[in-house]
């Protein structure tokens, strides 16, 4: 079976650049990003700024590394990040904030993802007896809550524990573009309570690669330094940033799409009698309780549908803008066969 046949629901990371993406890579104007000097990185980050309502932007490669340096950014060593159970900064990326930053994780709970303000403000410490509170961190999407949305109002909340703690708040926003489409609000309105936003372009937007952090101009100006120390001076990066421009330009208005199919997919699941908890099918993530989820998602892949086994009997499919009607179809087909 060759490639293009396989209906890939392992992510939204596993997109192919498009055509168009491709020629505008070849055509991309660049200069030195280590230097400030790439136009289309520029552009990006610019863009992206406006967009978001923050002053400025800074391109990575990859939205580890822009959490990661928000989090240098934010914390001194021996503090700790409070944020909701399950967060990517803490799950997936292998230790770094304390490998890096010196910091560790403190955690509140999360039903669906969705942090309560007044556990946040019960989380927060500043006595001399303990390691202080630097930072509160949430995920919008929350990925390991099935990309559930934390609504505006409790994200207002939290900003207002932060600022009543004098602490910052930083946002994990690998798909905050898919939180935006769910809630139906501006990308800028998501964006509005954090002093620093991350946001994946190789997600549901469909960049080959790229993350970008936003904040202050003061904080993109440390940032770049701890960015060069994980290696993330990149040099000619505009052919990156210009497949990014296009991922911006059309992936959000696709979006709706994706939840459509995700929610059919969840429902075709549960007809075909696995348990998948429908509230938390929000945005473009299905989680379904699979027994044997390794072995099942093997012989799937055998008949060209492919899905995520995490854990041993949780599968995860991922919707994405390379996934189609017809390929759903098809999915749905072998996985309720
Ligand atoms: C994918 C993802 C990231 C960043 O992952 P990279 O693979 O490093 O780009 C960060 N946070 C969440 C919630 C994610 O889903």
Redesign the pocket.
Same mark, same amino acid.
Request: charged residues 20%; hydrophobic residues 45%.
């Given at each position: 079976m060759t490639d293009t046949l396989k209906v890939d629901l392992r992510s939204d990371?596993v997109t192919r650049p498009t055509p168009e993406m491709r020629e505008a890579m070849a055509n991309a104007v660049v200069g030195d990003d280590v230097y400030g000097e790439d136009p289309t990185v520029n552009e990006l980050q610019d863009t992206l700024a406006r967009m978001t309502g923050f002053e400025a932007g800074l391109f990575m490669p %990859?939205?580890?590394?822009t959490?990661q340096v928000a989090i240098a950014v934010h914390t001194r060593r021996g503090e700790e990040v409070i944020c909701a159970e399950g967060s990517?900064i803490y799950e997936?990326e292998l230790g770094m904030m304390a490998a890096f930053s010196g910091v560790v994780p403190r955690f509140v709970p999360a039903p669906l993802g969705v942090p309560d303000a007044e556990q946040v403000r019960l989380a927060v410490r500043h006595s001399i007896h303990q390691s202080p509170t630097g930072l509160i961190s949430l995920?919008n999407t929350h990925?390991k809550a099935g990309g559930t949305v934390i609504p505006l109002e409790v994200m207002a909340q939290i900003r207002a524990v932060a600022d009543a703690e004098s602490l910052p708040l930083h946002l994990?926003g690998?798909?905050v573009f898919n939180a935006a489409a769910a809630l139906n609000v501006s990308i800028e309105d998501v964006c509005r309570p954090f002093h620093t936003v991350?946001i994946?372009l %190789?997600?549901g937007l469909g960049a080959p690669v790229g993350?970008v952090l936003l904040g202050s101009k003061d904080l993109m100006t440390r940032a770049h330094r701890y960015r060069k120390m994980l290696g993330g001076g990149m040099r000619q990066a505009g052919v990156l940033a210009a497949a990014a421009l296009i991922a911006l330009r059309d992936g959000p208005a696709r979006l709706p799409d994706d939840h459509r199919r995700a929610r059919q997919l969840a429902e075709a699941l549960v007809n075909a009698g696995y348990a998948v908890n429908l509230a938390s099918v929000q945005t473009n993530i299905v989680y379904a309780a699979v027994q044997g989820a390794q072995q099942k998602v093997d012989i799937w892949a055998g008949q060209g549908v492919l899905a995520s086994a995490l854990g041993p009997d949780a599968v995860r499919f991922v919707l994405h803008h390379q996934i189609d009607d017809e390929m759903l179809a098809r999915a749905i087909q072998v996985l309720t066969a």
């Amino acid at each position: 079976m060759t490639d293009t046949l396989k209906v890939d629901l392992r992510s939204d990371t596993v997109t192919r650049p498009t055509p168009e993406m491709r020629e505008a890579m070849a055509n991309a104007v660049v200069g030195d990003d280590v230097y400030g000097e790439d136009p289309t990185v520029n552009e990006l980050q610019d863009t992206l700024a406006r967009m978001t309502g923050f002053e400025a932007g800074l391109f990575m490669p %990859s939205g580890s590394m822009t959490n990661q340096v928000a989090i240098a950014v934010h914390t001194r060593r021996g503090e700790e990040v409070i944020c909701a159970e399950g967060s990517h900064i803490y799950e997936w990326e292998l230790g770094m904030m304390a490998a890096f930053s010196g910091v560790v994780p403190r955690f509140v709970p999360a039903p669906l993802g969705v942090p309560d303000a007044e556990q946040v403000r019960l989380a927060v410490r500043h006595s001399i007896h303990q390691s202080p509170t630097g930072l509160i961190s949430l995920e919008n999407t929350h990925n390991k809550a099935g990309g559930t949305v934390i609504p505006l109002e409790v994200m207002a909340q939290i900003r207002a524990v932060a600022d009543a703690e004098s602490l910052p708040l930083h946002l994990d926003g690998a798909r905050v573009f898919n939180a935006a489409a769910a809630l139906n609000v501006s990308i800028e309105d998501v964006c509005r309570p954090f002093h620093t936003v991350s946001i994946c372009l %190789s997600k549901g937007l469909g960049a080959p690669v790229g993350s970008v952090l936003l904040g202050s101009k003061d904080l993109m100006t440390r940032a770049h330094r701890y960015r060069k120390m994980l290696g993330g001076g990149m040099r000619q990066a505009g052919v990156l940033a210009a497949a990014a421009l296009i991922a911006l330009r059309d992936g959000p208005a696709r979006l709706p799409d994706d939840h459509r199919r995700a929610r059919q997919l969840a429902e075709a699941l549960v007809n075909a009698g696995y348990a998948v908890n429908l509230a938390s099918v929000q945005t473009n993530i299905v989680y379904a309780a699979v027994q044997g989820a390794q072995q099942k998602v093997d012989i799937w892949a055998g008949q060209g549908v492919l899905a995520s086994a995490l854990g041993p009997d949780a599968v995860r499919f991922v919707l994405h803008h390379q996934i189609d009607d017809e390929m759903l179809a098809r999915a749905i087909q072998v996985l309720t066969a």
